[in-house]
Every structure is written in structure tokens, then in C-alpha cells.
Antibody
Framework: EVQLVQSGAEVKKPGATVKISCKVSGYTFTDYYMHWVQQAPGKGLEWMGLVDPEDGETIYAEKFQGRVTITADTSTDTAYMELSSLRSEDTAVYYC?????????WGQGTLVTVSS | QSALTQPASVSGSPGQSITISCTGT?????????VSWYQQHPGKAPKLMIYEVSNRPSGVSNRFSGSKSGNTASLTISGLQAEDEADYYC????????????FGGGTKLTVL
């Protein structure tokens, strides 16, 4: 059974950095990209970027370029998403999801609250 | 990186069929067969319902079907059931600027 288990909720102050983890099981980590998706409260899904765990190559959405870093640790089958210079608009649930250009399996989501 | 265009809401009665549209461009929906549809219930993670325009993952009801014509993809749900009430999102691979994924704005389905 494919499982993506994300780290727990975070509360951060404006300007801080958050790093969320996504540990996978049930498939070969390096076979598929790992995507990250943002969902602000009451809003839709927004694609943030992806990492290819095979070689560490990344692609980021223009909106998040320069603030987001996505990495993959093949020794622990875990992907990470780091978002810096946090502002109130970054308050959202963040999902990891695996697949190539189809997001086949999703993590449970991690709520990040940005508040002073 | 513009989002794909979906209607904000659709509704239908139990047993009826509904269709949700997803309009993009020749750089995304119209240019590739990597259109997917996701169902999201409140407080839950999205779930893949349709991939590559018209394919259903194992375990997804055959009441869900997908199609595409030109730059517009569609999700049809037949025999509506109460548990189908959810938000639905389309997505597509796009080659605009760098290769990436783009989502639609989402459609709220209400089962009357």
C-alpha cells in the first residue's frame, strides 16, 4: 500500500522559514516525482513544484521561485519542502503528492499557520 | 502560469448526471493527454479520480468518466449519489515556460 506521511502542523512568525517532510512507503521512491501543492483556507489547489528523487532535479512554479526549496533524501525515502520569508498569505495546508504528471497519491496535508 | 478555467459550482439531483468542464489552452489541456481530475471532500486530501483524460484508477467507480475536445476537458458523473458531493479539480501538464502542472480553480458539486 502506497503511503505518504507528512510532518505535523506548524505555527511560524512572519519572515520565518518552515520545512515540511513527507515520508513514503509502498513504492520505489526514485520511480516518481514528488510534487508539493498549496491550499490556502477556502481556496483551490496551487502547484508549487516538484523534485525528481532519482537525480534531485527540481522545477518550481514562478509564484514560489526564490522562496521554495524541494529536496529528496533517498536514504530515508523522504521528501522535504522548505518555504522561506513566510507571510500571512502562506497560511495554508501543504500537500505532497507522488506521480509523474499525474498526482497519483497524496499525503494527508500539513497545516502551516503564519501569525505574529 | 494561469489556472485552468472551471465553473465555480454545479448541482444535480440523485441519479442524475452532471458534467464539469475544464478549459485551458493548446499549451496544456489541448496539447497533451495529461489531464487529471481530483475529488476533495472537506478537510481531506484530494483523491485522483481520472488520469490521462479518461482513465480511472483502480477502485474508482465507473460512474466517473472523462473526455477532452480541443482545449476543454470534461468530467462526467452519472447516477449522482450523496457521497459525490465534494470539490473537483482538474489539472494538466503544461509546457508553458518550464514543464509543470497547472490546476483548475475547482468546482463545488452539490447533490440536491
Amino acid at each position: 500500500e502506497v503511503q505518504l506521511v507528512q510532518s505535523g502542523a506548524e505555527v511560524k512568525k512572519p519572515g520565518a522559514t518552515v520545512k515540511i517532510s513527507c515520508k513514503v512507503s509502498g513504492y520505489t521512491f526514485t520511480d516518481y516525482y514528488m510534487h508539493w501543492v498549496q491550499q490556502a483556507p477556502g481556496k483551490g489547489l496551487e502547484w508549487m513544484g516538484l523534485v525528481d528523487p532519482e537525480d534531485g532535479e527540481t522545477i518550481y512554479a514562478e509564484k514560489f521561485q526564490g522562496r521554495v526549496t524541494i529536496t529528496a533524501d533517498t536514504s530515508t525515502d523522504t521528501a522535504y519542502m522548505e518555504l522561506s520569508s513566510l507571510r500571512s498569505e502562506d497560511t495554508a495546508v501543504y500537500y505532497c503528492a507522488t506521480g509523474v504528471w499525474v498526482l497519483d497519491y497524496w499525503g494527508q496535508g500539513t497545516l502551516v499557520t503564519v501569525s505574529s | 502560469q494561469s489556472a485552468l478555467t472551471q465553473p465555480a459550482s454545479v448541482s444535480g439531483s440523485p441519479g442524475q448526471s452532471i458534467t464539469i468542464s475544464c478549459t485551458g489552452t493548446s499549451s496544456d489541456v489541448g496539447g497533451y493527454n495529461y489531464v487529471s481530475w481530483y475529488q476533495q471532500h472537506p478537510g481531506k486530501a484530494p483523491k485522483l479520480m481520472i488520469y490521462e483524460v479518461s482513465n480511472r484508477p483502480s477502485g474508482v467507480s465507473n460512474r466517473f468518466s472523462g473526455s477532452k475536445s480541443g482545449n476543454t476537458a470534461s468530467l462526467t458523473i452519472s447516477g449522482l449519489q450523496a457521497e459525490d458531493e465534494a470539490d473537483y479539480y482538474c489539472s494538466s501538464y503544461t509546457s508553458s515556460s518550464t514543464p509543470h502542472v497547472v490546476f483548475g480553480g475547482g468546482t463545488k458539486l452539490t447533490v440536491l
